[in-house]
């Protein structure tokens, strides 16, 4: 069956970086524009990035500059490298289908981001 395994998330503290990396097993992902997402406590989940089948990326305002999705279909793997982390970038992050444009695979279960001093 389809599975998407998130990982990479942890403890950090304002302006270091992580690099989340997200391999989806039982189907191929080259045929879909792929997209990063996260959810803080309270807040409904939202699209933070999402990258094409032909690479070309997309990333909300709030994280342009300092987010980059990127992917390798081979290694059915996408990655998301966050740069400069605020505080405000703390929340669950998922990996997934661009919802924008198709209906979600099963969600994983997330890699938890934490930025705190």
């Known amino acids: 069956q389809v599975q998407l395994v998130e990982s990479g998330g942890g403890l950090v503290q304002p302006g270091e970086s992580l690099r989340l990396s997200c391999v989806v097993s039982?189907?191929?992902?080259?045929?879909?524009?792929m997209g990063w997402y996260r959810q803080a406590p309270g807040k409904q989940r939202e699209l933070v990035a999402a990258?094409?089948?032909?690479?070309?990326?997309y990333e909300i305002d709030s994280v342009k500059g300092r987010f980059t999705i990127s992917r390798d279909n081979a290694k059915k793997t996408v990655y998301l490298e966050m740069k400069s982390l605020k505080p405000e970038d703390t929340a669950v992050y998922y990996c997934?289908?661009?919802?924008?444009?198709?209906?979600?695979?099963?969600w994983g279960q997330g890699t938890q981001v934490t930025v705190s001093s």
């Open positions: 997934n289908k661009d919802l924008r444009y198709g209906s979600a695979l099963p």
């Open positions: 039982g189907t191929i992902i080259s045929i879909y524009a």
């Open positions: 990258i094409t089948t032909g690479a070309f990326t």
